[in-house]
């Protein structure tokens, strides 16, 4: 049966000849966010744990990490090939010196792949150097950028610390390098509507980025944005409104990016409100009846690059 979009899973396979697994890794770091620089206090929506719950803990080794999580995955899965993913707070922040040592710790055997999770104001020329070096020992490169909109005006409201010209600049720069790079987007932020959503689409497709990972907004205990919450300033929209957003976005984003996922995951005892209290897997079948029941396709209004008001005269 043809997919109506480009499966993360099934873009793997087809790269590297067989089902890969994606490993965490935490670091003992943090964010520029919530380390002063670009803001105080961090995201209104940011845990203490980041976006990192699933991993182990920050004491262990970089190699320590992914070798317990590699000999779980090969027996359970009888998996071959691995990521390491370098998955919470933002994992450019850091000293050069001991960002090139935490990356070297990951090249190990099985490892095919390294994935850097960070922020679009931490992307520079030199941190982009290290990993060209990594690149050329055979190991690939890919850079998730943590945009979540960008609707500049939403970003400030929950002080993210950057804009959407931080992400176009890293973006630009992490493509000289020829990684793949790939953004998270949350389609239900407060504020945002249908227009966000369609305007994500077309600036990630005109940007040409590889991959985008789409969450749903989860509200965390103790965050500011869960005092908001509480208080009745901020509403969420429902789930069926949630799932038209994603086929929306779907219908406008380019048929060339690898969508790596359709909604988040979240620990529900440390949550106000979490995927309206219904699984990821029914999340994810409700938006695949939903794009069957409407015959959507990935990329079908995809029609507004390269000059769309000249066509006629070629």
């Not at 000999?71 to 994992?91: C, D, G, L, P």
């Not at 922020?119 to 070096?133: G, Q, T």
């Amino acid at each position: 049966m043809e997919e109506r979009y480009k499966i993360y899973s099934q873009y793997l396979k087809e790269k590297y000849g067989e089902k890969v697994y994606k490993l965490p890794v935490n670091l003992p770091i943090t964010c520029p966010n919530r380390d002063g620089v670009v803001g105080v206090g961090g995201c209104t929506f940011c845990a203490d744990v980041g976006a990192g719950f699933e991993s182990l803990k920050n004491t262990l080794s970089v190699r320590e990490q992914l070798e317990k999580n590699m000999s779980y995955i090969r027996k359970r899965y009888k998996a071959n090939k691995f990521i390491a993913y370098f998955q919470n707070y933002t994992n450019t922040y850091m000293s050069l010196d001991k960002f090139e040592q935490y990356i070297n710790e990951a090249l190990i055997d099985d490892i095919v792949e390294i994935a850097i999770s960070t922020r679009p104001d931490s992307i520079n020329e030199e941190y982009l150097k290290v990993l060209k070096k990594v690149e050329e020992k055979g190991v690939n490169i890919s850079i998730e950028l943590g945009l979540q909109t960008v609707n500049y005006h939403t970003l400030k409201k929950i002080n993210r610390g950057h804009t959407l010209a931080e992400l176009i600049d890293s973006v630009i720069r992490t493509k000289k390098y020829n990684f793949e790079t790939i953004v998270h987007l949350i389609l239900n932020l407060p504020n945002d509507n249908m227009d966000d959503v369609i305007e994500n689409a077309k600036i990630l497709s005109a940007l040409n980025v590889d991959g985008v990972k789409l969450h749903s907004l989860y509200i965390a205990k103790e965050t500011a944005m869960a005092k908001e919450y509480e208080s009745g300033e901020i509403q969420m929209i429902s789930l069926d409104e949630y799932v038209k957003r994603v086929c929306v976005f779907l219908q406008y984003v380019s048929k060339n990016i690898v969508i790596h996922r359709l909604i988040g995951r979240a620990p529900e005892e440390n949550t106000l409100f979490c995927n309206w209290n219904t699984s990821w897997w029914k999340i994810k079948d409700m938006i695949d009846e939903y794009m069957n029941e409407n015959n959507i396709y990935q990329g079908d209004k995809c029609d507004y690059l390269n000059g769309k008001s000249v066509r006629k005269f070629i």
